[in-house]
T-cell receptor, first 117, second 113 residues
């Protein structure tokens, strides 16, 4: 079974703090993703990475950065946390793109609920 | 810009009934349409998916109906059970784009006894 783990289930941080959210997958997947989930807005893509040291902006990258130094690990960084970044953060991974089958399936971690005070 | 619109936002269905969730998309380049199911405290998990070369796909009690001309697709849950109570997300992607998904806003389904 594919396993995606996130370093924390719950985090409470202060405004202005630097926050690191860590994600690790154990299935040698090329692609990794960070989403935030907010009620009524669904899942919105923050950043994704299709290879080590490669990253691309998603739909809402402002205020975030990412790091992928190893294939299995993808980190989301909030350089200076703000209250509007209070949210559920979900990490996911998938195989490299290809036609058909389950290569597009994204496997999600359990999420990190971040509260910024 | 909401490229995948999902409705309803919430749905209450009696046990044994049919649950129907609808999605509409704008980008005609989308060619992969999965549905994800999320239980409280868990991340979403793939439930069923369809490509536009077929109009329907069925897996057990779950069926996707796809209407390419209308740019719409829907999830039908037959004989709904309390264990189906979850949040459902439709999504769409373009094959080859690093499997980048565009998600709908989600439907919270409650199946009552």
């Amino acid at each position: 079974d594919v396993k995606v783990t996130q370093s924390s289930r719950y985090l409470v941080k202060r405004t202005g703090e630097k926050v690191f959210l860590e994600c690790v997958q154990d299935m040698d997947h090329e692609n990794m993703f960070w989403y935030r989930q907010d009620p009524g807005l669904g899942l919105r893509l923050i950043y994704f990475s299709y290879d080590v040291k490669m990253k691309e902006k998603g739909d809402i990258p402002e205020g975030y950065s990412v790091s992928r130094e190893k294939k299995e690990r993808f980190s989301l960084i909030l350089e200076s946390a703000s209250t509007n970044q209070t949210s559920m953060y979900l990490c996911a991974s998938s195989l490299a793109p290809g036609a058909g089958g389950t290569r597009e399936t994204q496997y999600f971690g359990p999420g990190t609920r971040l509260l910024v005070l | 810009q909401q490229q995948v619109k999902q409705s309803p936002q919430s749905l209450i269905v009696q046990k044994g009934g049919i649950s129907i969730i609808n999605c509409a998309y704008e980008n005609t380049a989308f060619d992969y349409f999965p549905w994800y199911q999320q239980f409280p405290g868990k991340g979403p998990a793939l439930l069923i998916a369809i490509r536009p070369d077929v109009s329907e796909k069925k897996e057990g009690r779950f069926t996707i109906s796809f209407n390419k001309s209308a740019k719409q697709f829907s999830l039908h849950i037959m004989d709904s059970q309390p264990g189906d109570s979850a949040t459902y997300f439709c999504a769409a992607s373009i094959t080859g784009t690093a499997s980048k998904l565009t998600f709908g806003t989600g439907t919270r389904l409650q199946v009552t006894l």
